[in-house]
């Protein structure tokens, strides 16, 4: 069994949900999240005010699948996610040694 924690654009979320309705996933969990990558420098949105960096609005899609199924799920997930740019997010893949 593998986890997957996908952080995308918030605009994209609803898409690559609709795209993993049929995919082989044992269980998904979403949660709306802020942060920021190695993009902070492009974030100066409150010049000379307190904040230092701008948190992002992103959503966190959590999965957990069957470990033989795991590259078919990334690719679909990849596939709607990806657009090239900064700010597309991250994709973790993490084994599950026991769950009940």
């Not at 709306?32 to 190695?38: L, P, S, T």
């Not at 679909?76 to 990806?82: F, G, P, S, Y």
Request: glycine share 4%; with cysteine; hydrophobic share 40%.
């Amino acid at each position: 069994m593998k986890q997957i924690v996908a952080i995308v654009r918030p605009h994209l979320a609803e898409d690559v949900l609709a795209k993993l309705r049929r995919a082989p996933v044992e269980a998904i969990c979403v949660n709306e999240v802020k942060g920021f990558g190695r993009q902070k420098s492009y974030l100066d949105e409150y010049d000379h005010t307190d904040f230092d960096q701008t948190f992002l609005p992103k959503v966190e899609i959590t999965l957990w699948v069957d470990e033989s199924r795991c590259e078919e799920v990334l690719e679909k997930i990849v596939e709607v996610a990806r657009c090239g740019r900064i700010g597309d997010g991250k994709i973790f893949v993490m084994p599950v040694a026991e769950f009940y």
